[in-house]
């Protein structure tokens, strides 16, 4: 069956530190990537995507993804995080260019000033 | 990026009645809506996809009849909870795919459903 794994459930950081969240698919065909974040009390919001092109997606507020097709992978990475990126952050693959979103089980980040 | 706005964002219920959550894309046409339950400190599970004029596909497990949606424009979606349930109190959320916005989908602040 199709799913999204996200191998972290709770992290915690200190600003500065650098960020790196696991996502890995298992999908053989096509797929488009995103990766969401979901501040405290507000809705879902695209922080990158991946649909072609360059393996290595930079998105906003500095996080960038790396997709690694021969590992079904595309990590989130932040070099220094801050406090304000606290928050929930779910990886997303559509597969067979569909809208059908399958979505990780989510990672909580929090940062300590 | 697009916008897309749920209502109500919090309702409570009595148990054994209806509620109706809507879900409008504002600023471009959604040929495709999607509904989305979230539990806490769980992620999202689709429940159902609506296309504009045509009946919903739901996913494995959600029961249609309870979970009535409704896809009549292409600004508007709704979802109605039927003999709302405890069970039933949860966080839904949808989006809207289209519009020119190829692959992406567009978010709801979500409604948060308590049922007494």
């Known amino acids: 069956a199709q799913s999204v794994s996200q191998h972290n459930h709770h992290v915690i950081l200190s600003e500065a530190a650098s960020l790196e969240l696991g996502c890995n698919y298992s999908y053989g065909g096509t797929v488009n990537l995103f990766w969401y974040v979901q501040y405290p009390g507000q809705h879902l919001q695209l922080l990158l995507k991946?649909?072609?092109?360059?393996?290595l997606v930079k998105g906003i507020k500095g996080f960038e993804a790396e997709f690694i097709k021969s590992k079904f992978s595309f990590n989130l990475r932040k070099p220094s995080v801050q406090w304000s990126d606290t928050a929930e952050y779910f990886c997303a693959v559509l597969m067979d260019s569909s809208y059908k979103l399958i979505f990780g089980s989510g990672t909580r980040l929090l940062v300590r000033p | 990026g697009a916008v897309v706005s749920q209502h109500p964002s919090w309702v409570i219920c009595k148990s054994g009645t209806s509620v109706k959550i809507e879900c409008r894309s504002l600023?471009?046409?959604?040929?495709?809506m999607f509904w989305y339950r979230q539990f806490p400190k769980q992620s999202l599970m689709l429940m159902a996809t609506s296309n504009e004029g045509s009946k919903a596909t739901y996913e494995q497990g959600v029961e249609k009849d309870k979970f009535l949606i409704n896809h009549a424009s292409l600004t508007l979606s709704t979802l109605t909870v039927t003999s709302a349930h405890p069970e039933d109190s949860s966080f839904y959320i949808c989006s809207a795919g289209g519009g020119g916005h190829t692959g992406e989908l567009f978010f709801g602040e979500g409604s948060r459903l308590t049922v007494l």
């Open positions: 600023d471009f046409q959604a040929t495709t």
């Open positions: 991946y649909f072609s092109g360059d393996p």
